[in-house]
């Protein structure tokens, strides 16, 4: 076979290319094992793995005090998937055995400390991991501990008297200042929420938490720490040497501040003193304090992105190995993940929490009362009710304008609540909800639904009331619908009335009504208007139920009093149209001497009616009514959104109520843009529930792992490959759109949901993250590969690719090429927020060179025919080979990494773990691209059943 020359060439470099690539894989396998070991003093010791196989976020020595960093020892999810898909991948590149134990044996460290011991399910079901643990020496906790919330650990509030805002701790207990490890801000008022970075509420005159104003709040300038260095609220260190003397001290940024205040903080305590020295490879939080998680796995939680990235490790190891154990925990990760999608499952209007103080956790959320001159008291209790407390009779609502719900004709509508008035009467309830066809607030119709009466001050039950029992409250015209109110009642007190909720009144639908128990004739009892704006009504029809025959009577416009029969009910509930022929002229007319007798009521609109026994010999009769005039249509659309809910308590005396959870259930998952699918931010669990937290931040492209929805024989979940595809490609539209150029993509989208509004225009792409946040350029990069590694998943399972996902990569690929042409072979790893990326000389960024490599090998073994795709190849595995450590120091510990500090002659050179998975995936796909070729299944056996 004959070669020309350039073709020649070419195949000898690929043969080098790929030589390269093998001996990078072989060196740098041996450089982790060198930096393999358990330190005792991070300073001195320097391991990128621990013996157990926990890979460390970073080799090198970072920082000592929480103040100044993020604990040194984390070791991350992300971190460790990434490992474990680096020799998966070096296994099957090479079928080298080395390759494929390390694999299991990182995996099997993420099972056994990530995981905390828990078992794999044998059924696809939630599993708990958490995001980082402590992968280096035993080390002291930020103290006190909070066992149960550890976010909430460190002391808080504690009052100090400042001068020019100064203060110095005091050393010893109580306050241990010579400890001090971090200080957050000083503050007038009360915490909302118990954590040393909450915000800060006023408080009112009698001493409770005032939940609409903000309170006073004073931000650190420096701390000296127990280190005795000098740090400052930006993690700088000022000085260091300072002596445990002046250790404690604190000064704020605002200089005026005198006298009392409150001041949150923590230390780093010795056991001897009662502090907690967090194990090797235990589980920990490190924001905003570093403390261990002491409780159950709902303390726990993991990376978004670095479970799905675990769902693929195991997916990988199952494709070589067919055992189940993989399979299995891939099962749970993809249901885990799945879980992530349903955003809406956590949000609630209000909500049962233990741990937060304030009861407006989610959306916007306020209390008025009527009176409005009544001003109640809301609080917690121990279980995490919201108890409201009233010193005298009045209605309290609760609101919530900003939590939205997308709603289907199966909808429930869930409200917990419970409590009794001092006479230990029961409370009246009702909910009222606001739904829209669409997101505008305009076209919102108001409904409402009354509910049982509570009768407990310990049991706070769950209503679940199905949305077609609610009814409309106004009408096209913006009049409201007369419904049974205790406040429109007035009678002699011989008379009992009570307001509460009964079941099936009109049509199966059940409501809120008012109930009278008349002993005798004797007493007098009437209806009025005065709770509408105008005060006055027609008089057209009563639905009502009596156990005896009353009369409704009026005083006409010209003075005359009549009145019509309102016939006993027989239990039933009944309609009765008030038609002025019916009326008869009743017997006493005071004033009517001379007068001719009419022979029909005159009246347009009354302001009041009566009701009164028909029979003087009757007694202990029953009146009830639900509604005057128009019968009010319930809520029977089959689409919609709830915009507003209200839930309002009445006590007849004084009272404390407590509230629960207030949602919606069997809502539609669809009420966000490019859901269900998209992985949100942020997905925190809470201890003593089965909720994901309710704030979930805003989705970046970078987050999505399109791989999770193709291992999917079924078909399942094509929906939301469906919906993250879009995602990512209307991301990268939208940044051609802003910057000219198709490839890269937009940071992040603002959802139209509450928790998203401050960080842009709902519904808006943005370059930012968490508003004018610049966005970690690394997120590109993990964008284009996630989609090159689902594009390759489906071809290689002979399944349909979708378009846009094809196109996306492409694209992607096409402007990486023109990128690295342009400037020579630079690779891009800064993508700015105003302006188009530039290369930037000496900016090796291990980490992303290996996601282009991974993406465009997978790419081309999925079959892609972008021009120029081996040029972008070849311009990666040189890139990493140029930058490839190889020092001219024998034995030199650094040697076969990559580095962006070697630090020669200290053993304190800089490698960031999560560095190795990607560049050993990206070389491995490297080997396996060239010697495989385009639609090569790089498993090399079926998919195991």
């Not at 001159?373 to 900003?402: K, N």
């Not at 259930?665 to 843009?673: H, P």
């Not at 590694?789 to 399972?797: I, N, T």
Request: net charge negative; with cysteine.
């Amino acid at each position: 076979m004959f070669l020309s020359p350039l073709n020649s060439r070419r195949l000898m470099s690929q043969k080098t290319g790929l030589n390269n690539a093998l001996s990078m894989i072989e060196g740098h396998h041996r450089f982790l094992k060198r930096s393999t070991g358990d330190t005792d003093d991070a300073t001195l010791q320097h391991f990128a793995q621990n013996t157990q196989g926990v890979l460390a976020n970073n080799r090198h020595f970072i920082a000592h005090s929480q103040m100044e960093y993020q604990p040194n020892g984390d070791g991350t999810t992300e971190g460790q998937a990434l490992h474990i898909l680096g020799y998966a991948h070096a296994y099957l590149a090479t079928k080298d055995q080395r390759y494929l134990e390390a694999a299991v044996w990182h995996w099997e460290s993420y099972e056994t400390y990530f995981y905390k011991g828990q078992p794999i399910p044998e059924t696809p079901q939630r599993r708990i991991a958490n995001w980082i643990v402590n992968s280096k020496e035993p080390v002291l906790a930020n103290w006190p501990i909070d066992p149960v919330e550890p976010t909430h650990s460190g002391f808080k509030g504690v009052a100090f008297t400042f001068t020019n805002g100064a203060l110095s701790i005091p050393h010893g207990a109580p306050h241990w200042g010579e400890y001090l490890d971090k200080a957050t801000f000083a503050f007038d008022g009360e915490l909302a929420w118990g954590a040393i970075n909450a915000t800060v509420q006023a408080v009112k005159a009698d001493g409770s938490v005032d939940w609409d104003i903000k309170g006073a709040q004073f931000d650190v300038d420096w701390i000296i720490a127990c280190t005795g260095q000098k740090i400052n609220w930006d993690g700088d260190v000022l000085s260091e040497g300072h002596p445990l003397e002046e250790r404690g001290q604190v000064q704020l940024k605002d200089t005026t501040v005198n006298g009392e205040h409150k001041f949150n903080y923590a230390t780093r305590q010795p056991v001897e003193h009662g502090g907690y020295l967090i194990p090797r490879n235990a589980v920990q939080h490190n924001r905003p304090l570093h403390v261990p998680l002491l409780g159950s796995v709902n303390q726990m939680g993991n990376a978004a992105d670095g479970e799905q990235w675990y769902m693929d490790a195991c997916y990988l190891l199952w494709r070589i190995t067919s055992e189940p154990r993989y399979k299995k925990a891939m099962d749970a990760c993809r249901f885990t993940a799945i879980e992530y999608t349903q955003i809406d499952s956590s949000d609630r209007f209000f909500r049962q929490s233990r741990a937060e103080l304030t009861p407006y956790t989610d959306g916007i959320a306020y209390q008025f009362t009527y009176p409005s001159e009544v001003e109640p008291v809301l609080a917690r209790d121990s279980m995490g009710y919201i108890t409201v407390d009233c010193e005298t009779a009045a209605q309290v609502s609760l609101e919530q304008q900003a939590v939205w719900f997308r709603i289907t004709p199966d909808s429930l509508v869930r409200t917990c609540y419970g409590g009794v008035d001092d006479n230990n009467a029961p409370l009246n309830a009702k909910v009222e909800l606001v739904v829209s066809p669409n997101k505008d607030e305009g076209s919102g119709i108001k409904y409402g639904c009354a509910l049982p009466k509570s009768v407990s001050n310990v049991e706070v039950v769950t209503h679940d009331i199905p949305l077609s029992s609610f009814t409309r409250l106004s009408k096209d015209d913006g009049s409201e619908y007369i419904m049974a109110d205790l406040r429109a009642i007035s009678h002699s007190d011989d008379i009992v009335s009570e307001e509460g909720y009964e079941p099936g009144i009109v049509e199966g639908h059940g409501g809120n009504v008012v109930s009278s128990f008349f002993p005798t004739d004797a007493g007098w009892y009437s209806i009025g208007h005065w709770l509408l704006p105008t005060e006055k009504a027609p008089l057209q029809s009563i639905t009502y139920r009596a156990d005896g025959n009353f009369n409704l009577r009026i005083v006409d416009a010209d003075g005359w009093r009549w009145w019509w029969m309102l016939p006993a009910t027989a239990g039933a509930w009944v309609t009765l149209v008030i038609n002025p022929e019916d009326a008869t002229l009743s017997g006493y007319q005071p004033g009517a001497a001379d007068r001719p007798e009419p022979s029909a009521p005159v009246y347009g609109e009354v302001d009041e009616f009566s009701i009164l026994m028909d029979d003087s010999s009757s007694t202990n009769l029953t009146f009830s009514y639900y509604c005057i005039n128009d019968l009010p249509p319930a809520f029977a659309a089959g689409d919609g959104y709830t915009l507003n809910y209200r839930l309002t308590i009445k006590g007849q005396t004084k009272f404390r109520a407590l509230v629960g959870d207030c949602t919606i259930l069997q809502y539609r998952d669809d009420s966000l843009a490019y859901c269900p699918g998209v992985i949100p931010f942020s997905n925190i669990y809470s201890e003593g529930a089965d909720q994901i937290g309710a704030w979930h931040g805003m989705p970046y492209p970078g987050y999505q792992y399109p791989f999770i929805y193709c291992i999917d024989p079924l078909n399942e979940h094509g929906a939301r490959l469906n919906q993250m595809v879009e995602f990512l490609y209307d991301s990268q539209q939208w940044y051609q759109q802003k910057f000219g150029q198709l490839g890269p993509g937009a940071s992040a989208y603002v959802w139209n949901r509450w928790d998203n509004y401050k960080y842009g225009d709902p519904d808006t792409w943005t370059m930012h993250h968490w508003g004018d946040g610049t966005a970690w350029s690394g997120y590109q990069s993990r964008a284009m590969m996630g989609a090159c590694r689902a594009w390759y998943e489906l071809v290689s399972q002979g399944r349909a690719v979708p378009p846009k996902l094809k196109s996306y990569a492409e694209n992607w690929l096409t402007w990486l090429i023109q990128f690295v042409k342009s400037t020579g072979g630079i690779l891009p790893t800064d993508f700015p927020m105003t302006e188009l990326p530039k290369p930037v000389p000496d900016d090796f960024t291990g980490h992303m060179t290996g996601l282009w490599l991974a993406g465009a090998c997978l790419a081309g073994l999925a079959g892609s025919q972008v021009k120029d795709l081996d040029y972008l190849i070849e311009a990666c595995v040189t890139e990493l080979q140029n930058n490839y450590v190889v020092t001219p120091v024998p034995g030199q510990p650094m040697n076969g990494c990559w580095s962006p500090a070697v630090r020669l002659g200290t053993d304190n050179g800089m490698f960031f773990g999560f560095w190795a998975g990607e560049i050993l995936r990206g070389l491995s796909l490297y080997v396996l691209y060239r010697n495989l070729g385009p639609g090569a299944n790089i498993y090399g056996a079926p998919m195991p059943v």
